[in-house]
């Protein structure tokens, strides 16, 4: 069973910046995607970057909401399947819970698709 562990997070104030990092653990054959979703009280979880992942590192395939775009960085760090979400510039619109998303394919030819716990980012006005 594939898992992931998120760190990171935290207060913070307008214009600063934080990182946030998931790692994944567990019987995986491949990787197709991680990214990063935030879910704000009272609102639908929505995307805020993924990495779809090609056959090297030039044919990976990154994606941004647009309300992050130019701000956030999301990275992998390849051999230990961890992503990272580089977070500047950060708004109090960006305030939410964030989780980590994996996607893939199993030691068992299943396929998988797991959240992490998520994390609470706050960025005060």
């Known amino acids: 069973q594939v898992q992931l562990v998120e760190s990171g997070g935290g207060l913070v104030q307008a214009g600063e910046s934080l990182s946030l990092s998931c790692a994944t653990s567990g019987d995986m054959y491949s990787l197709n995607a991680m990214g990063w979703y935030r879910q704000a009280p009272g609102k639908q979880r929505d995307l805020v970057a993924i990495?779809?992942?090609?056959?090297?590192?030039?044919?990976?395939?990154?994606t941004y909401a647009d309300s992050v775009k130019g701000r956030f960085t999301i990275s992998r760090a390849y051999g230990t399947a961890t992503v990272r979400l580089q977070m500047n510039s950060l708004k109090p619109e960006d305030t939410a819970v964030y989780y980590c998303?994996?996607?893939?394919?199993?030691?068992?030819?299943?396929?998988?698709?797991?959240w992490g716990q998520g994390t609470q980012v706050t960025v005060s006005s």
């Open positions: 998303n994996a996607r893939g394919l199993s030691v068992d030819s299943s396929n998988f698709d797991t």
């Open positions: 990495i779809t992942f090609g056959r090297t590192r030039n044919d990976d395939r990154i």
